[in-house]
């Protein structure tokens, strides 16, 4: 099952990124690129949430078919 969850990535002074979610609590992941931090935060969601997941915990909502999504083109 897919899941559609929203990162929040912020460059931080040493140069590096950092993503974190509001969503899946204990995402942190960083990388040294923007596509880097996203593919580690990728890989941590899916670890969290399988591992987060059982009886007492709310399950995220699957993905839609339909989604808006941030696009950032740089000029």
């Not at 949430?49 to 839609?64: M, N, V």
Request: proline fraction near 8%; aromatic fraction near 4%; hydrophobic fraction near 40%.
């Amino acid at each position: 099952m897919e899941h559609v969850i929203q990162l929040h990535i912020e460059k931080l002074p040493e140069g590096v990124y950092l993503a974190t979610s509001d969503e899946v609590q204990g995402l942190v992941a960083q990388g040294r690129t923007i596509q880097e931090t996203i593919e580690i935060a990728r890989d941590v969601a899916r670890k969290l949430i399988e591992a987060q997941s059982g009886p007492s915990t709310t399950p995220l909502p699957p993905a839609r078919e339909v989604f808006d999504y941030p696009l950032i083109v740089a000029t």
